[in-house]
């Protein structure tokens, strides 16, 4: 079961993943969670820097859908202006949502990551469907409190890795 817990990558930002490492791995699309992964949760659009990343993002021919356990409104209203395909309560780490997303951007488990801050919805869900994961740091430290409950969890599964001795990475 830790196993699953663990991400292909860990990153600081999404500004940090390698793309052209990422194309040459066969990777297609990418799925995104939103809230503390692209902009902070309380943000409501794009900053000019994920806008620029975005569209170097699609300039390489890598497609993006956004999966969030967000509410409708919140997800749809950020990802229209981006012209990008969403999924909005998608009760990560359920499979449904990832399967939809990987539908919509016409790829297979091999062809796809995903990126999100948290390990026990983003990464989890992208393990149990056999994706490549990538780990980043949560942007903001403000968050809904039900998502602080799962930081401090997080926390403590992070130790347990550590000390056995399962991740690859510093804090």
């Not at 860990?10 to 990422?22: G, K």
């Not at 949760?41 to 390489?60: G, H, I, M, Q």
Request: glycine content about 8%; proline content about 6%.
């Amino acid at each position: 079961m830790l196993k699953r817990l663990i991400p292909s990558l860990y990153v600081q930002s999404i500004y940090h993943i390698d793309l052209d490492e990422l194309i040459a791995q066969g990777i297609k699309g990418i799925i995104t969670d939103l809230d503390n992964t692209l902009v902070s949760w309380d943000s409501p659009y794009a900053t000019p820097k994920l806008v620029a990343w975005l569209e170097d993002v699609k300039e390489r021919g890598l497609r993006v859908c956004i999966v969030s356990n967000n509410k409708r409104i919140r997800v749809e209203e950020f990802a229209r202006p981006l012209n990008l395909p969403c999924i909005h309560g998608a009760r990560k780490p359920v499979r449904g949502a990832f399967r939809r997303a990987m539908q919509i951007m016409g790829t297979k488990p091999h062809e796809t990551v995903v990126v999100g801050d948290q390990i026990f919805t983003d990464v989890l869900g992208a393990n149990r469907m056999g994706l490549n994961s990538i780990l980043v740091l949560p942007i903001a430290t403000k968050e809904w409190p039900g998502t602080k409950v799962l930081r401090s969890m997080e926390r403590i599964v992070l130790k347990g890795l550590r000390k056995r001795g399962m991740i690859p990475w510093e804090e």
